[in-house]
């Protein structure tokens, strides 16, 4: 059902439009025992959610509320708790500031900085960092199938608008290999992309291992030539979309 918010008309005026803030105070929200299931094709898996417990609630009468969600996702555990600007903010002009922590299949989380004027995304301003001891654990969270790849510690500050967005001091270290730079998108009507990495080690012996497992069987190696990358055609038309 759709819920159409106005503003009640005192003053004899036209109605306010669409665009004028909703002016709501909320003091507390909890959602209790929700399950969420989301189906991506005919032939996919679906991605299940079941929200166990979510807790809003101002504090005192200042523009911050507490979060807690207790969740799992695909049969994993997930938590996020700590702070936001109230809800109201959501749809003001104001900063809505930000200080989360999550943790899911044993990988932490936390983000902490401000949106600018979330409802157009006017700015954002923030800190993130992410770590655990598997990269692959993260698979039911990104519903892909990366390879074991060992311990990964990343971090980096995310800045910029609608107008673009830049991530700058990044770091990040999976098992033995490492890297450091900086990413740039700008959201042109035909986007340009700028990633500059550096790396003093890229170890790819995690992911030969993996290729080598995934191999075709010795009774039928002879008939199939073994690559490390597909000779078919590579799905790069996306690229004539976007200036990299």
């Known amino acids: 059902?759709?819920?159409?918010?106005?503003?009640?008309?005192?003053?004899?005026?036209?109605?306010?439009?669409?665009?004028?803030?909703?002016?709501?105070?909320?003091?507390?929200?909890?959602?209790?025992?929700l399950t969420l299931v989301i189906h991506k094709g005919k032939n996919k898996s679906a991605q299940r959610l079941h929200l166990a417990r979510?807790?809003?609630?101002?504090?005192?009468?200042?523009?911050?509320?507490?979060?807690?969600?207790?969740?799992?996702y695909n049969r994993q555990p997930m938590v996020i708790t700590g702070t936001t600007g109230a809800i109201e903010q959501l749809w003001s002009g104001d900063s809505f500031p930000v200080k989360l922590s999550a943790t899911y299949a044993g990988a932490a989380a936390s983000i902490e900085g401000k949106i600018d004027v979330v409802r157009h995304f006017k700015g954002v301003d923030l800190n993130l960092k992410v770590s655990g001891k598997e990269l692959a654990d993260l698979n039911p969270?990104?519903?892909?199938?990366?390879?074991?790849?060992?311990?990964?510690?990343?971090?980096?500050?995310?800045?910029?608008?609608?107008a673009a967005l830049a991530l700058q001091e990044f770091e990040a270290r999976i098992a033995r290999s490492d890297f450091k730079g900086q990413a740039k998108i700008d959201w042109h009507q035909k986007p340009k992309v700028v990633?500059?990495?550096?790396?003093?080690?890229?170890?790819?012996?995690?992911?030969?291992?993996?290729?080598?497992?995934?191999a075709p069987h010795p009774k039928t190696a002879e008939k199939t030539q073994w690559r490390l990358f597909s000779d078919s055609p590579l799905a790069l038309d996306i690229l004539q979309e976007v200036h990299a």
């Open 195 to 214: 990633i500059r990495l550096e790396s003093s080690l890229v170890d790819f012996s995690a992911l030969m291992d993996h290729l080598e497992k995934e």
């Open 1 to 33: 059902r759709n819920w159409v918010f106005k503003a009640a008309d005192q003053s004899g005026q036209k109605d306010v439009t669409a665009s004028e803030p909703l002016k709501l105070n909320l003091d507390r929200i909890r959602i209790e025992d």
């Open 54 to 72: 979510v807790d809003l609630a101002r504090q005192g009468n200042g523009d911050t509320q507490t979060v807690d969600l207790r969740a799992d």
């Open 141 to 162: 969270l990104v519903a892909t199938n990366m390879p074991v790849m060992g311990a990964f510690d990343a971090r980096g500050h995310l800045t910029g608008s609608t």
